[in-house]
């Protein structure tokens, strides 16, 4: 019943910015924090951000902190990550998650390349 899907991923060149979003649905979307994970390739998925029910609280990995910015419409059911200054290390799967029922529930992941 519960289903993130993530869209806004592809090809950007170093420096430049990109939109994530993950569309929401099957929950209470505005009674639970989201959060965006990557994962590179070849590596471990890795927290990047997450954003509590109300939006009062942000979290940020220290790689991404100060370029990408974490926000939600729970009007729309909506997460969405604002990826600037991209590098070339930002490149990597990307994935919303949230834990309605204490059991991870992930989106299938948005790629993300950075590159000239």
């Known amino acids: 019943q519960v289903q993130l899907v993530e869209s806004g991923g592809g090809l950007v060149q170093p420096g430049g910015s990109l939109r994530l979003s993950c569309q929401a649905s099957g929950f209470a979307f505005s009674t639970y924090a989201m959060s965006w994970y990557r994962q590179a390739p070849g590596k471990e998925r890795k927290f990047i951000a997450r954003i509590t029910s109300a939006g009062g609280t942000l979290s940020y990995a220290d790689s991404v902190k100060g370029r990408f910015t974490i926000s939600r419409d729970n009007a729309k059911n909506t997460v969405t990550l604002q990826m600037n200054s991209l590098k070339p290390e930002d490149t990597a799967v990307y994935y919303c998650?949230?834990?309605?029922?204490?059991?991870?529930?992930w989106g299938k992941g948005t790629l993300v390349t950075v590159s000239s």
């Open positions: 998650m949230t834990s309605p029922w204490g059991t991870p529930i």
